[in-house]
């Protein structure tokens, strides 16, 4: 079961450089969500995709971008990629449109903008 | 403006021992109320999820607790074992609200053999 794999693992970015993190998920979950994470924070949920064609933005959209690919495949792009922007990125999943269902996560890809 | 809100960011307790973590919210709108368990380098995992039309939800050794009046939720672990140890988030979600999920900052609970 591999559930939500997020790829890469790790990154180091340059400032000004772009990047695109790639998520996807095996459980034909209809949402999906990308989330950071800092030291000392909760996860901050940046865009969401309630969906397949659908995205809109989250608590801290700004300086990304996202694209739902299709129902399996969510992706998050950093346009120009900025320091403030070193963070743990985690993607999620959740499966039916209404009614109360967890999210699933993916084990983050942890990003490093110098 | 923090709408969850884990006061205490850690805590440890002996084997055996129950473990209690607290989580309070501000957002009358909030519905659906969830746990989740995260070790280093790895992503949340679920644990335990409470609706609000309800008042408790048990599952084996996890217990959550949820005060309406109060804004107030709790997690109780019994008996805590070693393997409890890691960070516990709680997090909120609103109806309509696309299941979007308010996460608290986290607690890092410590089980000491």
């Known amino acids: 079961n591999a559930g939500v794999t997020q790829t890469p693992k790790f990154q180091v970015l340059k400032t000004g450089q772009s990047m695109t993190l790639q998520c996807a998920q095996d459980m034909n979950h209809n949402s999906m969500y990308w989330y950071r994470q800092d030291p000392g924070m909760g996860l901050r949920l940046i865009y969401y995709?309630?969906?397949?064609?659908?995205?809109d933005k989250g608590e801290v959209p700004n300086g990304y971008n996202v694209s739902r690919l299709n129902k399996r495949e969510f992706s998050l792009r950093l346009e120009s990629a900025a320091p403030s922007q070193t963070s743990v990125y985690f993607c999620a999943s959740r499966g039916q449109v209404e009614g109360n269902q967890p999210q699933h996560f993916g084990d983050g890809t942890r990003l490093s903008i110098l | 403006d923090q709408q969850v809100k884990q006061n205490s960011p850690s805590l440890s307790v002996q084997e055996g021992r129950i473990s209690i973590l607290n989580c309070d919210y501000t957002?009358?709108?909030?519905?659906?109320f969830l746990w989740y368990k995260k070790y280093p380098a790895e992503g949340p995992t679920f644990l335990i999820s409470i609706s609000s039309i309800k008042d408790k939800n048990e599952d084996g050794r996890f217990t959550v607790f949820l005060n309406k009046s109060a804004k107030h939720l709790s997690l109780h672990i019994v008996p805590s074992q070693p393997g409890d140890s890691a960070v516990y988030f709680c997090a909120a979600s609103a109806k309509g609200g696309s299941e979007k999920l308010v996460f608290g900052k986290g607690t890092k609970l410590t089980v000491n053999p």
């Open positions: 957002n009358s709108m909030f519905d659906y």
């Open positions: 995709s309630a969906s397949e064609g659908t995205t």
